[in-house]
């Protein structure tokens, strides 16, 4: 239809009087639409004013080309680029995890985006559950957004629209219920709470007090999806863009900054290759947790959480790896969980309490293979 409205306009060269046209939203357009904005723009010769972020482009399925925005001279002619760097909704510590992990593909246009609003030290929260408890782990961590915010909305957001399926039981004794309709999850226990689950891609320009993120599994329809890299779609679909998983990676942005507060990734035993990047990308930031000691992640897989366990021929405690025996990390010191510094030399032991001649320090767990050693005032 929209092929066919050029053809029209080419065909009858209508008079239009706009002085402006004005898109939003551009980093979405189609090849299509843009042809039908450039015959419009040529009869009327109005000024064109576009406006989008190439960090949220997300509907390539549907046809858009990302490269009509980041090639945006070479389609419009000479222009004014100005950027809009100011944000109101993330923290900044959100901001700066997020940013970081959507300009590693370089193809994205290098910004500094801003936030004003107080500091948030936890942004990201990873949640590791069986599948056979999927219920009951979303349902805790709704508690435990409502405990530390109250009664505000919740985003629940899925990659594919059926993601929320394994967290509804089939027996009449499921607590959680969704209405398809209304994007409403009815919670046993959170009538009163706004939660709604919809799909990443509809989300695109929502916000929620607080989101939560399922599906970070590492599955053919996981998140990222990877049928979406096949090389037969891109013969279907426009542009190939050569960064793996560069459109996924983006939609996995949009989830990520839904949030005015933090966001929850619910992550099944074989996380996904998003969550893990994260978590490596980020280990300093996400070990430092006083609160939430099982949530201290083992420096070695990344993706386990250190466990306190117990010996059984002495009884004495120590950590252990949440995924043993895919991982048998240990330590000796439980003080880890107190607190977690992260070794930042060899990224893989913590810093624990010594003392020698000099006083007390903090040593590497990993010493003698590595000496780092921070001095204690
Ligand atoms: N100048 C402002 N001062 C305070 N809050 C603002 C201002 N501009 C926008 N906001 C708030 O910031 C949030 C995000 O705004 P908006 O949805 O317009 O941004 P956006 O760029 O379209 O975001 P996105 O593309 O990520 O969906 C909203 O809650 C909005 O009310």
Known sequence: MINQATDLIKENKPQYTYQHIIIDEYQDISYSRFNLIKEIRELSGARLICVGDDWQSIYRFAGSDISLFSNFEKYVG??????IEQTYRNSQS??????????????QIQKNPKSKKKHLENPINFVYYSQDNAEEALINEIQGLIDKNGNKPILVLGRHSFDINEFIKLTPN???????????????????????????HKSKGLEADNVIVLNLKNHLLGFPNKM??????SLLLSDDEKYRFAEERRLFYVALTRTKNEVVLLIPNNASLFAEELIT?????????DEKPSKTNCPYCKTGQLLIRH????????????HYPGCNQTFNNIEILEKTIL?????????????GRFGNFLGCTNYPKCTNTIKLQ
């Open 78 to 83: 000479t222009y004014e680029q100005l950027f």
């Open 94 to 107: 959100l901001i700066d995890i997020t940013s970081n992990y959507i300009q590693k593909n370089k193809k």
């Open 174 to 200: 499921s607590k959680i219920k969704y209405h398809e309709r209304s994007d409403k999850l009815e919670i046993k226990g959170f009538e009163d709470v706004d939660i709604k689950y919809i799909t990443v």
């Open 228 to 233: 979406t890299d096949d090389p037969m779609l």
């Open 281 to 289: 990308d980020n280990a300093f930031l996400f070990t430092v947790t």
């Open 311 to 322: 010996n059984s021929f002495n009884n004495n405690q120590f950590l252990g790896c949440s």
């Open 343 to 355: 070794c930042s030399s060899c990224r893989s032991g913590f810093m624990t309490k010594r003392s």
